[in-house]
């Protein structure tokens, strides 16, 4: 095919670069007009000034010095404890077991805590959900809690004003209102907790007209609603994507936001590494959807339709399904005749595979997921890799009950509205009609921990502690318990959502005169409860004591769910038909901000989505087109950064525009959770809210429509973000003069002369293969691997072998087939390392922090390519071409081959930035950490007053083992060296050899999918020693002779190649 | 022309005489009794002749006769040697009730023949005092010792004497050059010679060497503060706890074996003791009672006070201000507390509250302040437990004799090069500990002899990230 590109490419800048483009891409930091001008004057020119100017220097130098070796040293206090707890030691983590919750998100962690602190979250690998997997969310949580933002005591509004109260105030007030209230509704998002339900239920009995209402800002209503109707169960089952040979995804991103991402990614990927090059055997993954979404960006094959025909898709799919079974078909909508020639295709693919297939959607239409539980019923899915028994508890919420709840209010019906940390006003299609219909409510109380759109039109904020605060506990699945504890007393006067309502509720079971009441009442909850339900345990005190100390709990249910029941004839005309406009949009959840409740968090806006590769902020994804013959044009000719004016449902907004390959010809996307007006500082206009573009269709959430217009360019966005093209290794462009294809980060190389090794022979960033072909490419592969080593053996250098081969050497692995660039590992390094965030600025200016960024590249067909993310951090390289450049030393290399980097050392020259083949140094060019003394060094992340970080709370989720960079030094990925030294003191301690396992970095231990090894590869008994092994493994840029300690396995890819002809 | 060959030798005379005092770098008596004063006089009595905590030193050499190298490895570390299964020193550690001596790792041989002069000397009455009968006569190791000094400064004479005919020879071919081109040699006045290019040039370059040097120094200095021993919170003598008393310093400093943070003891690992022994042997309640006030222990009753947190400041001052009059009358055995008792209570709770209240902590109640010592800049990672737990090292190794410590000082600079020439020259304990198995290469080097021993270097220990990131 003429338009498939055998080279991985960035985006449409590599394939058809501008000349702007090749000039900034061969700079390392952009530069602008934003840079500070420095004027050339006669005078700054002239000989005489200069000399003066050093004169002058040296006057302040000598001056200065003076001033300081006089100084005294300022006197430092040391506080010990009073009474010293024998758990802490002062320099020496302690770990807790909880669980991330917020809303139906659920993940199972340790909390790292330091003199009482939690600095860190680590994955629970006790637990059966997540297996120790984190995401971006979960690992970006523990920053939540030092929020300046954060309500620090019980509000009260009284004529627009607000004001602090006391707790007695509040609940006086509260309990008062609720006694002679008519209509009582508890409003929140899904709760996962049985206690908090248990809470709610006391609350609901005292009040007998109260009525919990749930519903999710990204509905997974239409699922629920479907199960309920196909097996009458209202659950979302457990799926097992590990048994699944095929896997169909209906615009359900799985891998990224849907329901539980942590758990399938894990199970995904098992099914996806390629370790035996001989059998080489993996899942086969289609994705149908409009917008590349983080699961089809890791789909083998992805078939375009449109929002509107995504009804028209499944019932494709049922019907090939159902002929080549013999069932009877449906008169289903028409679909693209390109996606109905793939369907069959599918079909045939899924029924060789019967009983181990799978095939999910995220639509929110009833009947559509109805038609999926038929086309599952019909494989033999259920069952097999799809289980009623420990179903999802993770989205229970109802769109219908909302709507209902909405009407209710209109109607005046509702006399007390508590809102427990939802925020209906934003994240609502009819978020608008919803706050004015809670101006008819006589009270309304929100338990928001920080403000929000919902939380600032109440009357009374009873805020809700942090979760690392609270007791709680969590059933993320039937008879998968998993327990909350505080790590850290609460901050603030804050007191958690079940403690309020059952302190409102009056509550015979809360005693409030205890140390801490709810804990009580949730020991007392689980003793009636769940240690009845087990028998490993004889008494209540052992039990509770050990599911606290492991976190989790299980006590396996079966369900009472039936066999698959219901017709689906006649589900034609109840599908999503197909709209005839030439445009449609659909809006998508991000991995980092959400539904918008993560949008306060500063590390998760940092993160660049991974799909689209933008920061701060929401872009409108518009296609790519193909012309043929290698030309391109953009939808209306727009480019990254264009403002453009949306029209969505008669709701106008401005929105910037990032050019997106694999964004279906006729359709746009954009994201939601962005364009929080009552936020933290953090996420406050950042961005534009799409939520009520959404529309509510038969009750449901619709997050797509056909009524789009969009205008031609209006502007420029300022500060455009997006990471694509900054840090680029080996993006090759046309020479203006020569007209030949060159690597852009080496003009300059090409320029002075041929014979530089690194510009004679192509870059070898990404190695990838067919399944197919596998075992031809590791040999294809091998033999290029061998030429590269002979070039490189060829130096006049002596090797560092007897050195590196003592003691120990750390290296890396990473597998890109199970990598699916969720971005939990850049978080968690960010945690790890006190990266600093920067603000949308300075990303603009190339300035990201980032030790660990990941890559995205895309190859294939251009209309509708495949991608593949390549985590990218300092390879520390044995031969590491920064160390040489240094004129200070200091960056070098350690015994045990880490490259290091000294802080105190460093001048800031930036030569080893400029010399690093894969792009990874960062500079700190303004005082992000404010750890400066000058103020105006200091830079602001989103206007706020009080610098981010400079605050003593913001500073207390700093880890106290990693220095904190001042501006002017270079920084990378150290390899988690604090980890090193940490585990090597510890055997050393315990005077045992290392073990594999004693130290694992940040990234590795984040990673939900085990894409990331490190360990000592001097030991060939090591995890990434065994790693290492795999012959399709290949260095990044093997050709430069850098050695770097970093190997990547290639990307294999499962392709249905009969569905492209 | 002449002139030059003149500055030329006085240079050469200076450089001489220079040379001369230089080498004078053996035993000396003197440096011997800055030693004794700064490592022995605690133990051992400075007459030589008596025994104090330590047995009289006078005569040590004839004990140790023939055996000097032990002597030096039983005055560096004594236990090494009593290790070692030597009968004489067994019996002399069971003699002196197996009390330990210090270790003096840092002493050199030739400070050891220092000391052993001093010792000598005092002993024989040589040094100070008047002499003494007798016992034993002199060695002959200090006169042998003399002879070679003699010999340099007999060597330096030669050379002064010869350098001055030399110069007397440079200045007659000079005359005698001059008298050859007719001019009549006029000797130079002080004026000229003080005026000179040379002698300005020699001036200033010396005055740009020893101010860089001086600059350079004091530069490099900056932040260091070697010596220094702030006045504490409470008057706090680890002379009498880790000296006379003998507490393991890993007591109250319990994380140096496990964590990077020696930690300073919370106030309730005194009490563990303290709440027995209620008054103090130099302070009496003076500086006891404010570990009570900051714990909230009644040292009346004997009892933790209950919701300490939120007493007033007159409820604490009744409650030790009674424990302070009461512990004086006990003490002067008076009937009631008398003028001067009364004194000494407002006196005390003057202190107590002193200390333990600043500007930023207004209330008594709370942790002491103490005032940090050692203090490291935060770029440098520094872990107690590694040299403690792993390295096995002494903690006086850094923190000098802690033990003999009224007030607590910085004894080590805390430099970097320090630390790094302490790295460069400790031998790792590369046997006992199985975690350096792994470095395979040395000990197959230490097995057959190509290496003697392997330092926290040779593992990296003076790579930049083992201290910084």
Redesign the interface.
């Known amino acids: 095919m003429k338009n498939k590109e055998q080279n991985v490419w960035t985006g449409i800048e590599h394939l058809n670069p501008s000349p702007e483009f090749l000039e900034n891409a061969n700079q390392e930091f952009l530069h602008g007009q934003e840079e500070i001008p420095i004027p050339i004057t006669e005078q700054s020119l002239s000989l005489s000034s200069n000399r003066r100017d050093f004169l002058k220097y040296l006057g302040f130098g000598i001056g200065a ?1 003076t001033i ?2 006089s100084c005294e ?1 300022p ?10 707890p024998d758990t802490i ?4 983590a302690n770990y807790y077991a909880s669980s991330f919750v917020k809303g139906g998100d659920y993940c199972s962690i340790l909390v790292k805590t330091r003199e009482g602190r939690p600095i860190k979250i680590e994955g629970n690998s006790l637990s059966p959900v997540t297996k120790g997997g984190t995401n971006a969310r979960t690992q970006a949580s523990v920053l939540d809690l030092y929020d300046t933002n954060r309500y620090q005591t019980p509000k009260k509004v009284e004529s627009g004003k607000v004001k602090e109260v006391k707790w007695a105030d509040l609940d006086r007030d509260v309990m008062a209102k609720l006694n002679s209230a008519t209509g009582i509704r508890i409003l929140s998002n899904t709760i996962l907790s049985p206690t908090a339900k248990k809470a709610i239920g006391e609350f609901t009995t005292k009040y007998p007209n109260a009525k919990w209402v749930s519903y999710d800002p990204v509905s997974a209503s239409g699922l629920l609603d479907a199960n309920l109707e196909s097996f009458g169960d209202r659950v979302v089952p457990a799926y097992s994507f590990d048994k699944a040979n095929v896997i169909v995804g209906f615009d359900c991103d799985f891998l990224g936001t849907w329901i539980s991402p942590i758990e399938y990614a894990a199970q995904y990927a098992t099914n996806r590494r390629v370790e035996d090059v001989k059998a080489a055997k993996m899942s086969r993954h289609y994705q149908v959807e409009s917008h590349m979404s983080l699961t089809g960006s890791n789909a083998d094959n992805r078939i375009l339709v449109k929002p509107s025909e995504q009804g028209a898709a499944i019932a494709a799919l049922y019907n090939a399904v159902a002929s080549q079974l013999g069932s009877a078909t449906i008169s289903g909508p028409k679909l693209n005749d390109k996606a109905s020639k793939a369907m069959a295709g599918v079909a045939k693919d899924l029924i060789a595979n019967k009983g181990a297939s799978l095939v999910v959607s995220g639509s929110n239409n009833k009947y559509e997921q109805i038609l999926v539980n038929k086309i599952n019923d019909l494989l033999g899915n259920y069952g097999a890799t799809i289980s009623f028994n420990n179903a999802s508890l993770q989205r229970t919420g109802d769109d219908a009950a909302l709507q209902q709840l909405v009407s209710e209010m209109n109607a005046g019906s509702v006399g007390v509205l508590i809102v427990i940390d939802a925020n209906p006003v934003y994240d609502l299609p009819n978020g608008e009609q919803f706050k004015q219909a809670m101006a008819k409510v006589g009270l309304k109380v929100s338990t928001a921990a920080v403000p929000s759109e919902t939380a600032v039109v109440c009357d009374y904020i009873a805020p809700a502690n942090n979760y690392l605060e609270s007791w709680a506990d969590a059933e993320p699945k039937r008879g998968s318990y998993s327990l909350i504890q505080p790590t850290i007393s609460p901050l603030f006067d804050t007191r958690q959502f079940e403690a309020s309502l059952l302190v409102w509720a009056a509550s015979p079971a809360y005693d409030t005169k205890a140390e801490q009441p709810y804990y009580e009442y949730l020991k007392s909850s689980w003793q009636s409860g769940m240690f009845g339900q087990q028998k490993a345990f004889s008494t209540f005190q052992s039990f509770w004591d050990s599911t606290l100390h492991d976190g989790i709990l299980e006590n396996p249910k079966s369900s009472n769910a039936g066999a698959f029941r219901g017709e689906v004839a006649d589900f034609g005309s109840k599908l999503t038909q197909p709209s005839s406009s030439e445009l449609e949009i659909s809006f998508y959840e991000t991995i980092n901000v959400g539904d918008g409740s993560y949008a306060t968090n500063p590390w998760l806006q940092e993160l660049p989505d991974p799909v689209t590769r933008t920061v701060w902020g929401n872009y409108l994804a518009v296609p790519v087109g193909w012309k043929g013959e290698a030309k391109y044009d953009t939808f209306k000719g727009l480019k990254d950064g264009d403002l453009v004016d949306l029209e969505v449902n008669g709701k106008k907004l401005r929105v910037p525009v990032i050019t997106q390959f694999g964004q279906m010809p006729g359709t746009l996307g954009l994201a939601l959770g962005y364009g929080r007006t009552e936020a933290s500082v953090t996420g406050k206009n950042v961005g534009v809210n799409s939520f009520n573009m959404a529309s509510v269709v038969n009750g449901a959430t619709a997050y797509s429509s056909d009524k789009v217009k969009v205008s031609g360019k209006v502007g420029t966005e300022k500060d455009f973000s997006c990471v694509q093209y900054h840090h680029t290794m080996g993006v090759t462009g046309t020479d203006n003069k020569t007209k030949q294809k060159i690597n852009v980060d080496e003009l300059a190389a090409v320029t002075l002369g041929a014979g530089y090794q690194g510009s004679i022979v192509p870059r070898t960033i990404i190695r990838k293969a067919h399944v197919s072909e596998v075992s031809k490419f590791a040999e294809t592969l091998h033999e290029e691997r061998l030429g590269h080593q002979a070039l490189n053996a060829k130096t006049l250098y002596r090797k560092h072998d ?1 050195k590196y ?4 050497h750390w290296g890396m692995h990473i597998d890109l087939n199970s990598c699916i660039g969720c971005g939990a590992c850049s978080v968690a390094c960010m945690s790890e390392n006190n990266v600093p965030v920067v603000g949308k600025h300075e990303v603009h200016r190339h300035h990201e922090m980032s030790w660990l960024r990941i890559d995205r590249y895309f190859y294939g067909t251009l209309e509708n390519p495949n991608t593949v993310y390549q985590p990218m951090m300092c390879q520390h390289c044995d031969n590491a071409p920064c160390e040489n450049v240094c004129p200070v030393a ?1 960056t ?1 290399h ?3 081959g ?1 490259n ?6 460093c001048i800031g020259t930036r030569y080893c930035a400029n010399n690093c083949p894969y792009k990874v140094r960062r500079f700190n060019w303004l005082d992000y950490t404010t750890a400066d003394l000058f103020p105006s060094n200091e830079y602001s992340i989103n206007n706020e007053k009080v610098r981010f970080g400079a605050d003593n709370l913001t500073r207390m989720v700093l880890n106290p ?4 960079r001042t501006r002017g030094v270079i920084e990378k990925c ?1 390899f988690c ?2 980890r090193v ?1 940490e585990g ?2 510890t ?3 315990e ?4 073990r594999d396992g004693d130290v694992k970095s940040a990234c590795m231990t984040a990673c939900p999918t085990g894409a990331i090894t490190f360990g ?1 590869i ?2 060939p008994e090591s995890a990434v020693s065994k790693k290492n092994a795999n012959s399709i493994n290949y260095l990044v840029l093997e050709e430069v002779n850098v050695a770097p300690n970093v190997m990547y396995s290639a990307k294999i890819i499962n392709s249905n190649e009969s569905l492209d002809a | 022309m002449g002139k030059k060959y003149t500055y030329l030798q006085w240079s050469a005379v200076i450089m001489f005489l220079l040379s001369g005092m230089m080498l004078t770098a053996a035993p000396d008596a003197n440096a011997g009794k800055d030693l004794f004063k700064a490592n022995c006089a605690a133990c051992h009595n400075k007459n030589m002749k008596d025994d104090l905590t330590g047995p009289a030193l006078g005569g040590v050499q004839e004990r140790w006769a023939g055996r000097e190298k032990l002597l030096h490895d039983w005055i560096r570390n004594s236990q090494a040697v009593i290790g070692s299964g030597d009968k004489y020193a067994n019996d002399l550690y069971v003699k002196w009730n197996k009390s330990q001596m210090n270790a003096f790792p840092n002493l050199t041989d030739d400070d050891i023949n220092s000391l052993l002069l001093y010792i000598d000397g005092v002993f024989t009455g040589a040094i100070g005092g008047k002499p003494v009968a007798a016992v034993g006569a002199t060695s002959a190791a200090p006169e042998q010792k003399s002879d070679s000094n003699i010999l340099y400064w007999f060597i330096a004479g030669v050379l002064l004497i010869l350098s001055f005919m030399l110069l007397k020879v440079v200045k007659s071919l000079n005359s005698l050059e001059n008298s050859k081109d007719g001019t009549i040699a006029e000797p130079y006045s002080f004026r000229q010679l003080i005026t000179s290019k040379s002698l300005v040039g020699f001036a200033l370059f010396a005055l740009i060497v020893l101010g860089g040097y001086t600059t350079v120094n ?2 490099v200095n ?2 260091r ?1 070697q010596g220094y021993s ?1 006045d504490q919170p409470i008057k706090f003598s680890h002379a009498t706890h880790a000296g006379l008393n003998k507490i393991d310093c890993q007591y109250c400093h319990d ?1 140096a074996r ?4 020696s ?7 005194c009490m563990n003791c303290h709440k027995a022994i209620k008054v103090g042997s130099k302070y009496g309640t003076g500086e006891l009672t404010k570990i009570y006030a ?2 909230g222990f009644n040292p009346n009753t004997d009892q933790y006070i209950a919701n300490y947190d939120n007493m007033s400041e007159a409820d604490i001052a009744k409650i030790y201000k009674q424990w302070i009059g009461d512990s004086y009358v006990k003490e002067k055995e008076l009937p009631a507390l008398d003028d001067n008792g009364k004194i000494e209570v407002e006196r005390q709770w003057a202190e107590l509250k002193s200390s333990l209240t600043n500007e930023n902590k207004p209330k008594i109640q ?7 010592i050692h ?1 490291l ?3 440098v ?1 520094f ?1 107690h ?2 040299h403690v ?2 390295g096995k090292l002494e903690c006086q190794k850094c923190h000098g004799k802690i033990q003999e410590m009224e007030v607590v000082k910085q004894y080590s600079s805390l430099s970097m090069g320090w630390c790094v020439n302490c790295h460069r020259e400790t031998e790792v304990k590369f046997q ?4 350096y ?6 000990h197959d080097e230490l097995k057959n002899g190509k290496r003697e021993k392997v330092t926290v270097e040779d ?2 220990g003076i ?4 201290c ?2």
């Not at chain 1, 083992?961 to 904190?964: K, Y």
């Not at chain 2, 709370?366 to 940090?372: L, M, Y």
Request: charged content about 20%; glycine content about 6%.
């Open positions: 010095a300081a070796a040293i006197v430092k206090r040391a506080l010990p404890y009073v009474t010293k030691v002062p320099g020496v007897e081969k003592t003691g120990i200091a070098n350690s015994m045990e880490i290091q980097m000294t802080y105190n050392r083992d990693v220095t904190v150290s060296i604090q030294q090597k003191l055997a050393k301690s005077n045992r050899q290392l000592n001097n030991d | 004091n530069a900056i932040g503060s702030p994380g496990r964590s990077k943070h930690l300073i003891p919370a106030a309730n690992t900051s714990i709370g942790p002491i302040e103490w005032i940090r203090n800049p935060d770029h990672y872990n437990s590694q737990t792993v006992d500990n199985a975690f198995n792994s470095y395979k290469r040395y593992i990296g790579e930049c990230q083992k910084h990131y």
